[in-house]
């Protein structure tokens, strides 16, 4: 079964930019999406197919994906990003997520 | 506005049977895909099962295959997940939610707030 790889942490300084990774074997492949959790709440898509954003998501945060990699990156970060961060991908006729990603601003 | 209310958790003994619905509203629902994803207590997203917009086709994770159906009944616009045999892994928050995207592009575009179901004697 596929499988998706996320750093369990990421820490980034307040206004600086944090990327998130997901590593897979040939994402670049794939459509890679990506979802925000804050505590408490539902999933929320913040990038879709990549690097497309949903309405009402900042431009802040966008979306790259290449070789083995998919990046969730976030710009001028602000304390209200702090949140949990899942990829996700199609793969054999199932929803395969990664194990998510805590993001810290510091 | 697309709504996703879930209902039918709460406490159940090991061994025994759950059925849990979601109401949905704001959109053609016959046109669209739906799952369920759950969430453990402390842990990340796990996908139980998804349903194409006519139930035609239907698929569901190896950890709980056998075990659960997904159903949807269009004329209500509501979606099931019936899960039989329950043990304490099934212990979560469960989630569904409204499939984007088409093809190969597979993601969930919008969630309901989740209803826990706790397994316990």
């Not at chain 1, 079964?1 to 997901?22: D, F, K, N």
């Not at chain 1, 990003?81 to 805590?102: L, P, R």
């Not at chain 2, 969430?39 to 075990?67: C, F, H, M």
Request: proline share 3%.
């Amino acid at each position: 079964s596929y499988e998706l790889t996320q750093p369990l942490s990421v820490s980034v300084a307040l206004g600086q930019t944090a990327r998130i990774t997901c590593g897979g074997s040939n994402i670049g492949s794939k459509n890679v999406h990506w979802y925000q959790q804050k505590p408490g709440q539902a999933p929320v898509l913040v990038i879709y197919r990549d690097g497309s954003r949903p309405s009402g998501i900042p431009e802040r945060f966008s979306g790259s994906n290449s070789g083995n990699t998919a990046t969730l990156t976030v710009s001028r970060a602000q304390a209200g990003d702090e949140a949990d961060y899942y990829c996700q991908v199609w793969d054999s006729n199932t929803v395969v997520f990664g194990g998510g990603t805590k993001l810290t601003v510091l | 506005e697309v709504q996703l209310v879930e209902s039918g958790g709460g406490l159940v003994q090991p061994g025994g049977s759950l059925r849990l619905s979601c109401a949905a509203s704001g959109f053609t629902f016959t046109s669209f895909a739906m799952g369920w994803v759950r969430q453990a207590p402390g842990k990340g997203l796990e996908w139980v099962s998804s349903i194409s917009g006519s139930g035609a086709n239907t698929y569901s994770a190896d950890s709980v295959k056998g075990r659960v159906t997904i159903s949807r009944d269009n004329s209500k616009d509501t979606l099931y997940l019936q899960i039989n045999r329950l043990r304490a892994g099934d212990t979560a928050i469960y989630y569904c939610a409204k499939r984007g995207g088409s093809g190969h592009s597979y993601y969930f575009d919008y969630w309901g707030q989740g209803i826990l179901v706790t397994v316990s004697s």
